[in-house]
Structures are given as structure tokens and as C-alpha cells.
């Protein structure tokens, strides 16, 4: 499956010149978090969860005339706040997150773009890391909408869900899925 992905990028790129650009651009969105299914701690239902924050990333771009595609690299860091109850007893917290993005945005014209992307990020914090465990970073899968509001700034629309691991313990600090909106500025111009 790799072989073929990266044998059709490369037709892809053969077929026609490309010309790309590379820039720097920024983000801040606040984040609405939220479960796909009742969370259980210990075997005892979660009620009246709520999960909310804020994250922001700086992105060097590669932006290609054609294909209109930018893909993206960012690096950035997201807070979140959550409390619940479970079993009579009330929980609240915060969690720090440091990030990784690979995105490809398709401009559709000059106000809208869309697109994918993936990105790891701390599932544990630095002081619980663990040698060898397969749980210590999470994969999420990234759906962005972008509309241009001016050649710098755009408002951006996010949908964040959890590819691995989708266990409750860490689902409570860090919700499986996450909507979230703010602003983008290019920093420099391509």
C-alpha cells in the first residue's frame, strides 16, 4: 500500500510541472471536546462530562500552484480543562499536550480550502512516560475547513478524532473527539 501511495504521488508530480512556495503561518482555536460513547471508570458510568480548551500551532507550508494542494507541517501545544462526575463523585483537571500535524489542504478557489491530516501527540505526561509502552503518544485524524477572509487570515473549522489508543482512562483528560474553530494568519507570504 506505501509502494503504491508514494508511486502515485510521484506520477502525480511527473505528469505536469510543479511549482511550490513554502511560508509560514499560525493558528489559535478553542476546543470543544466530546465522547463518542459514555465513558466508564472502573466500571461506573461518567456523567456530566465536559472538556474544553484552547491550542494554537505554527505551520511551515508548502504551497503548489498545481495541484492546488498545501501541505502542511505544524508543531504546537493544546490545554484543555475537564471535569465530570462518576459515581457520585465529582473529578475536574487539566491536561498539556504538545503536537505533530501533517495535513494536505485542496483549494477549492480563493475562499475556501479543505482537507486531512494526522497528528501525534502526548497521551501521558512527561513524568508518567513509560519505556516500551505502546500507549505513551495518540494518533488523531484531522478534518480542516478554511475560508480565506483576506490574503492573510483565514477562520478555520476543525474535527479531531482519536485513531489510538481509544481507551476511557485517557479519553477523560483528553476527549476522543474535539471541534474546534479560530484564525489563521500566513505569517509569510508564498
Known amino acids: 500500500m506505501h509502494r503504491f501511495l508514494f508511486l502515485f504521488t510521484l506520477l502525480l508530480f511527473t505528469i505536469k510541472p510543479v511549482v511550490a512556495q513554502s511560508h509560514f503561518s499560525a493558528d489559535v482555536q478553542y476546543v470543544q471536546g466530546f465522547q463518542s460513547h459514555t465513558l466508564e471508570l472502573f466500571y461506573v458510568p ?3 462530562y465536559f472538556a474544553s480548551g484552547l491550542n494554537g500551532h505554527l ?3 508548502y504551497h503548489f ?3 492546488a494542494i498545501n501541505l502542511r507541517l505544524g508543531l504546537g501545544g493544546q490545554m484543555m480543562y475537564f471535569n465530570g462526575e462518576s459515581g ?3 473529578f475536574s483537571g487539566n491536561s498539556a499536550k504538545f503536537e505533530i500535524l501533517l495535513q494536505g489542504l485542496y483549494r477549492f478557489n480563493e475562499k475556501w480550502k479543505a482537507g ?3 497528528n501525534l501527540e502526548n497521551n501521558r505526561d512527561g513524568d508518567q512516560f513509560r519505556a ?3 500507549d505513551n503518544f495518540r494518533y488523531n485524524a484531522l478534518l480542516d475547513v478554511h475560508y480565506n477572509v483576506s490574503q492573510r487570515i483565514s477562520l478555520l473549522l476543525r474535527y479531531s478524532y482519536v485513531i489510538y489508543p481509544n481507551v476511557d482512562t485517557y479519553l477523560l483528560y483528553n476527549p476522543a473527539q474535539r471541534l474546534s474553530f ?3 494568519y500566513q505569517i509569510t507570504k508564498p
Open 65 to 67: 500552484t498545481k495541484p
Open 59 to 61: 505551520y511551515y507550508e
Open 46 to 48: 461518567v456523567d456530566q
Open 182 to 184: 479560530g484564525i489563521n
Open 88 to 90: 457520585g463523585e465529582e
Open 116 to 118: 486531512l491530516g494526522v
Open 132 to 134: 516500551k509502552s505502546t
